[in-house]
């Protein structure tokens, strides 16, 4: 990492720099937590006139499965699903403008 960042650098952030190129990798478990770690490096990291290329990706990581629940006279049945579980990560790419 970069000597500019601070110790408590998060972990699901990693950085890579050569020359006048950063590409950062930010892994979230909810797309709020990608937004956050997004808004941090933009913000740390970004300057005027740098150009900026983001890619992003949700990938299923799992599933739970709810079981259907019976009625009874105050509730009516509720049929069983199943919820998707993702992981969001985003490459983001400054490059430092050429003067």
């Not at 992003?56 to 509720?78: D, F, R, T, V």
């Amino acid at each position: 990492m970069s000597d500019e960042l601070e110790d408590d650098w998060p972990e699901d952030i990693v950085l890579a720099e050569e020359g006048a190129v950063r590409v950062f990798w930010i892994k979230a478990e909810d797309m709020q937590g990608l937004v956050d770690g997004l808004a941090l490096v933009l913000g740390e990291h970004m300057a005027a006139g740098d150009e900026l290329h983001v890619t992003y990706n949700a990938m299923q990581n799992g599933w739970q499965e709810h079981q259907p629940c019976k009625g009874s006279i105050l509730k009516a049945p509720q049929p069983g699903w199943t919820e998707l579980e993702f992981e969001y990560s985003a490459f983001v790419i400054l490059r430092t403008a050429r003067p």
